[in-house]
């Protein structure tokens, strides 16, 4: 088998058929379509085995509500693709790039990472294309890029071969951040080659954002730890991680900050200034901290 297609799934009945229906149209020829229900609550479970029984590339695994990390770990265990490629549940495949997937595969590619586009739909529909603009020469620049957010990763948007896992598991201690932790590991131990087109559409919730930033600002501490856990960076990447710890904060505080949450951005600003002073000089965080104690 070439490909193994994952989606993780949780209470998403009203997207998944759907979003199944193309991916049987995209990838049946070369690929298996592998559902794993992550203890949906809705009737997720039921569309997984319609879809299951309605087309035989698809397989279905069930488990307790883990989160997406768990999931996907799951479905890669039980792929026979040499290939994986992961779609989240809201997300879109975009109509023809299966026969592009094909053919990038069949070249046989010695790189175990082909990171592609994707497309960003806002949450006022507008859409904007991200294609991988830079080819970085090591391990340690694609890592440093990706920190500092000067490549944009999304689980749509990436091909592994599926030898990645024998070296890096997803980190099912996480439900929000994990790809995060997970891609920076790849990033670290296996070369990169671009794909210079988008594989999918990502659907932005605003709402979804800020229930993220309200559940994540507690973990970051840990969060922190686990991606820069020893030995799983190149070494000159470990000096970044104040200054990434505190932009972690900073971006929950502008969160908060947009939310009108005023005491909760001040209290994220304040986090990122114990961690890394100079951080918090960044001009956009600083305008949005000052201007919170402005009355209206």
Same mark, same amino acid.
């Given at each position: 088998? &070439?490909?193994?297609? *994952? ?14 229906? %193309? ?58 693709? %040499? ?19 094909? +053919? /990038? ?8 990472? &082909? ?18 603009? +830079? ?45 995060? *932790? ?26 979804? &954002? ?16 686990? &991606? ?8 000159? *990447? ?22 009108? %949450? ?19 000089? %960044?001009?956009?965080?600083? +305008?949005?901290?000052?201007? /919170?104690?402005?009355? +209206?």
């Amino acid at each position: 088998m &070439l490909l193994s297609v *994952i989606i993780p799934c949780y209470n998403y009945d009203h997207n998944l058929e759907n979003l199944c229906q %193309n991916l049987v149209v995209e990838f049946s020829e070369f690929a298996e379509i592998i559902l794993v229900n992550d203890g949906s609550t809705d009737s997720t479970k039921e569309i997984c085995e319609k879809l299951k029984s309605d087309f035989t590339c698809i397989q279905v695994f069930h488990q307790k509500n883990k989160g997406p990390a768990a999931a996907r770990q799951l479905g890669t265990n039980n792929a026979s693709g %040499n290939w994986i490629y992961y779609i989240d549940a809201d997300d879109q495949i975009i109509r023809g790039v299966g026969k592009k997937i094909y +053919k /990038s595969l069949s070249n046989k590619p010695k790189e175990a990472l &082909l990171i592609a586009g994707f497309i960003s739909v806002l949450s006022n529909g507008k859409e904007k294309v991200k294609l991988p603009k +830079k080819n970085f020469q090591s391990r340690s620049a694609w890592v440093r890029a990706f920190l500092n957010k000067k490549i944009s990763i999304v689980n749509g948007g990436v091909l592994l071969k599926k030898a990645v896992f024998n070296k890096i598991k997803w980190d099912h201690r996480f439900t929000i951040v994990e790809d995060k *932790i997970f891609y920076a590991h790849c990033l670290a131990n296996f070369d990169v080659k671009t794909l210079n087109f988008p594989l999918c559409k990502v659907v932005h919730h605003s709402e979804s &954002l800020r229930q993220s930033a309200d559940k994540a600002v507690e973990e970051i501490p840990k969060f922190v730890n686990a &991606l820069f856990e020893e030995g799983k960076l190149p070494k000159d *990447i470990y000096k970044l991680k104040n200054a990434f710890h505190a932009k972690r904060h900073l971006s929950a505080s502008r969160v908060f900050f947009i939310g009108q %949450n005023k005491k909760r951005g001040r209290q994220e600003f304040y986090k990122a200034l114990k961690v890394s002073p100079i951080s918090v000089l %960044n001009k956009s965080y600083l +305008k949005k901290f000052l201007i /919170s104690f402005v009355k +209206k």
